[in-house]
């Protein structure tokens, strides 16, 4: 979508990997290969340009890459659906404004795999604007909004998050199978 004024392009352009207003997921190696929905997420701004909390005091911004490397899944941020818009800014600008208040946070944080992630640094910014009318975001809400309502950037991509996964299930289950013969 473009809003009025502004002069660069909002669409999603999976070929050059650019995810403008975006929460974006990649793959944890390792962790995705045995929990394929558990993975790393950041969030896009307008510009393109990816935050993402990728260790202590550390927030990594690139145009194309996560900490954990290409984006895999994106879910788009509808500028309508910021309830909570505090400044006077467009919601656009406002929703900027919230990503880079979250990121400056988090560069004077201790990251841990649980409680304080790369999801927490996400939901600040959500929960700063209150997407969909909701101020509570969290790991787990975050989880469940990349699983049930997020897209593949393409179908290797797909491949990349559930790869790993089937055939670790298919040598579990071969291994089963040979065992009871």
């Not at 900490?67 to 800014?89: A, E, M, N, P, W």
């Not at 699983?147 to 790869?163: I, Y």
Request: glycine share 6%.
């Amino acid at each position: 979508f473009k809003l009025k004024g502004m002069s660069e392009q909002m669409d999603v352009d999976c070929a050059r990997d650019f995810f403008p207003f975006c929460i974006v997921w990649s793959p944890i190696p390792g962790l995705s290969w045995l929990i394929p929905f558990v993975g790393h997420l950041g969030i896009v701004q307008s510009s393109g340009l990816i935050h993402d909390f990728a260790g202590p005091y550390y927030i990594n911004m690139d145009r194309k890459y996560t900490g954990f490397g290409s984006v895999t899944k994106y879910h788009k941020i509808d500028s309508k659906k910021l309830t909570k818009l505090r400044r006077d800014l467009d919601p656009v600008s406002e929703m900027d404004a919230a990503i880079e208040e979250a990121s400056s946070a988090y560069r004077n944080m201790m990251h841990n795999l649980i409680l304080n992630n790369c999801h927490a640094h996400v939901a600040r910014a959500l929960n700063e604007v209150g997407y969909m009318g909701f101020t509570h975001w969290n790991t787990v809400t975050l989880i469940l909004l990349m699983m049930f309502s997020s897209n593949f950037v393409s179908f290797p991509r797909f491949l990349k998050t559930w790869l790993p996964f089937l055939i670790l299930l298919c040598i579990i289950v071969t291994a089963i199978v040979l065992t009871k013969i």
